[in-house]
């Protein structure tokens, strides 16, 4: 009887409910919670003149940034082997060639493989988004080219895509909430499926929502 009543002491009682750091650390680690994801915010243009009349003292900044989208589109667009499989995608009259077939469209289903890998066919651009960044005591303008589906049936319809098949908003969307990360070129991506593009986009845009609602719970997930 002495042992069971001074094991429960209330001053035993408050030591054994009170959270030390390693049991919160653990609690954070299993409740899935982390900081939620960096975010910035970035305008979204489709050309240098759309840009310039909402920033009329801003022209030539405008038409640099616009002219950085372009080059970096040419760099980063995921590459079709297909004209058809590019159209399936983004919608007829949307796909360029690019490398060995840039400047000229070809006719019909032909295949840039048959270039030996020197040809491809790419998306053009729907817009880009504009954002911007401190550096040091000046402030520093950045783009990334962006794309959208014309097709009702592809996963990318009305959205708004990277070249790296990360959605960062809807169609109609003038100003964008996005990771710093879509602002990095990646390296382009080679489509080989039809309709692969729209599957890697797809996949991508669940990942970004399953970490939004990770990171935004709660104590106790």
Avoid at 41 to 61: F, G, H, M, R, S
Avoid at 77 to 87: G, M, Q, T, V, Y
Avoid at 94 to 116: N, W
Wanted: positive net charge.
């Amino acid at each position: 009887m002495k042992r069971s009543r001074s094991v429960l002491s209330p001053r035993f009682k408050k030591q054994a409910t009170a959270p030390t750091a390693a049991a919160v650390s653990v609690s954070l680690m299993l409740s899935g919670c982390s900081p939620a994801p960096k975010q910035e915010t970035a305008q979204v243009y489709k050309t240098a003149e759309e840009c310039i009349l909402v920033n009329p003292d801003q022209e030539q900044l405008c038409r640099d940034v616009f002219g950085e989208a372009m080059a970096l589109a040419e760099e980063t667009a995921p590459r079709f082997n297909s004209l058809a499989d590019c159209e399936l995608e983004f919608g007829a009259d949307q796909c360029m060639g690019g490398g060995e077939f840039a400047g000229s469209l070809a006719d019909g289903d032909q295949y840039a493989e048959s270039s030996g890998g020197g040809g491809w066919f790419m998306p053009m651009m729907y817009g880009y988004m504009m954002g911007s960044m401190l550096s040091g005591s000046s402030r520093k303008y950045r783009s990334a080219p962006l794309y959208s589906s014309k097709n009702a049936r592809s996963p990318m319809y009305g959205k708004l895509v990277t070249g790296a098949g990360d959605t960062v908003g809807r169609a109609n969307d003038r100003v964008v909430r996005t990771s710093p990360n879509n602002f990095t070129p990646k390296k382009a991506t080679t489509v080989t499926q039809r309709g692969g593009f729209g599957k890697i986009a797809r996949v991508k845009s669940t990942q970004a929502r399953s970490s939004t609602k990770s990171s935004s719970r709660g104590w106790g997930g």
